[in-house]
């Protein structure tokens, strides 16, 4: 059974950082790009950042680029999300998503997803 646990996420001041991590357990996931989504209340959920299997590929949405990086330990099935200079319009809940074949930004190119991890900025 395929489980995808994220973690990390939690209150902090406009310009602070958090550092958002995702598991993937359950089967090999050799091949597997991953990429974060998040959702703010009462808007529809939106990506956020994307990473390829082997790393070599990443890609941003226009609002964190400069100020969120993604990266991944492949031995351990681990994303991570370093977000630095966060401000209040970053608060949403986000979620880990991974998924087979080409890289890709839009959530229904994914097949497993976590059940997100609060991130709430204060101003």
């Known amino acids: 059974q395929v489980q995808v646990v994220e973690s990390g996420g939690g209150l902090v001041h406009a310009g602070g950082s958090l550092t958002l991590s995702c598991a993937a357990t359950?089967?090999?996931?050799?091949?597997?790009?991953t990429a974060w989504f998040r959702q703010a209340p009462g808007k529809e959920r939106e990506f956020v950042s994307a990473?390829?299997?082997?790393?070599?590929?990443?890609d941003y949405t226009n609002s964190v680029k400069g100020r969120f990086t993604i990266s991944r330990d492949s031995a351990k099935n681990t994303v991570y999300l370093q977000m630095n200079s966060l401000k209040p319009e970053d608060t949403a809940v986000y979620y880990c998503?991974?998924?087979?074949?080409?890289?890709?930004?839009?959530?229904?190119?994914?097949?497993?997803w976590g059940q997100g991890t609060q991130v709430t900025v204060s101003s």
């Open positions: 990473i390829s299997w082997s790393g070599g590929s990443t």
């Open positions: 359950g089967r090999t996931f050799t091949t597997y790009r």
């Open positions: 998503a991974w998924g087979r074949g080409p890289f890709a930004t839009t959530s229904d190119e994914y097949s497993y």
